[in-house]
């Protein structure tokens, strides 16, 4: 790992965003970092990193990015996309507006950081996060679900085709944590959680956040993985 190294963290105001930062802050990585809505500005002066806002349901927020690090830059050498939604609703209730908004913030803007990293010439790595959702049959609203499964398909794709490139392409999957969506958990389905990982515990947004530090920027090989961030929840 090499402090000359950048790295753009999609949603680094949530918890494991601004875990992540905080852990690259301590490594002395110098990062940027996405935010929509509330107060970034302060959490960027606090970790030393830089902060753009930018709305992932728009289709040209991705692009506008990158445009905006080249011109300062910034391009990075790692992406983590840890930006996210999660709407509890029950599946009489799903528009059509959120399903769009679901699979715009979750995969149309991992499908477009990946399109600028290769545009752009880029190498390094392109870090995906996704619950266990998309991969397990727990409790989800189903256009949520879809949208994480969807991660998983596009991470192998992209993997196949950007990894010659110098691009390596893997999926973080990520468990029951302390904070972030999985805090508005229920109790008795935390409880549940617990029951069933091998460690018996639910994990914290830090130790999740060390194992995409590591992802983003010590991994040389692995590529078109899930990389189960779980407990061993299962």
Known sequence: MTDKRHVLVLGGSGALGGALLAELRD???EASFTFHGGDAQR????????????????????????????????????????????????LA??????????????GRAALQCAQQMAARRLRGSLVLVAALDGVQPVPAPAHYAASQAALWG????????????????????????????????????RAAYRRHAALARTGTCAEAARALRWLALENTYLNGAQFPVTGGLG
């Open 93 to 106: 209730d799903i528009t059509l507006g959120d399903w769009d908004d679901v699979h715009a913030i979750h």
């Open 154 to 189: 596009l991470t192998q794709a992209l993997a196949k085709e950007l990894g010659p490139g110098g691009i390596l392409v893997n999926l973080a999957l990520v468990g029951v944590l302390d904070g972030g969506i999985a805090a508005a958990l229920a109790p008795d389905l």
């Open 43 to 90: 959490g960027a002066h606090d970790a030393g990193h830089t902060a753009y806002g930018a709305d992932l349901r728009d289709p040209h927020a991705i692009p506008a990015l990158f445009d905006e690090l080249a011109r300062a830059g910034r391009l990075p050498q790692a992406v983590v996309h840890c930006a996210g939604i999660a709407p509890a609703q029950a």
């Open 27 to 29: 490594a002395g990585i």
